[in-house]
Nanobody, 125 residues
Framework: VQLQASGGGLVQPGGSLRLSCAASGFSLRDGGVAWFRQAPGKEREGVSYISRDNFIYYVDSVRGRFTIPRGDKAETTVALQMNSLKPEDTAIYYC???????????????????WGQGTQVTVSS
């Protein structure tokens, strides 16, 4: 059972990146998937979440810029489309899997069973 996040890189402010979370050994459709990020010197924070029933949630700082494409929650992959990137979006991005229906407390790290290893996103000119 494994999760792997990929797609990070260096991008200029205003640019876009598309991250992918790939699962092996289980189906992402059986639960919810969150994207977290951790900037240097800061705590890991929840950015976005898609529930088992495909309800999608965003933290205020990324709403309108980041998207989990609805219908993109495939058997083994979930994407995070990031547009209009800002320097403050620079962080290591992680995906995490929650084995359940509820979206309550989706930003709480302890609820997640599996974590990917993270992918670095750097927004800089």
């Amino acid at each position: 059972v494994q999760l792997q996040a990929s797609g990070g890189g260096l991008v200029q402010p205003g640019g876009s990146l598309r991250l992918s979370c790939a699962a092996s050994g289980f189906s992402l459709r059986d639960g919810g998937v969150a994207w977290f990020r951790q900037a240097p010197g800061k705590e890991r924070e929840g950015v976005s979440y898609i529930s088992r029933d495909n309800f999608i949630y965003y933290v205020d700082s990324v709403r309108g810029r980041f998207t989990i494409p609805r219908g993109d929650k495939a058997e083994t992959t979930v994407a995070l489309q990031m547009n209009s990137l800002k320097p403050e979006d620079t962080a290591i991005y992680y995906c995490a899997y929650y084995d359940g229906y509820s979206a309550d407390r989706w930003r709480q790290r302890s609820r997640y069973s599996y974590w990917g290893q993270g992918t670095q996103v750097t927004v800089s000119s």
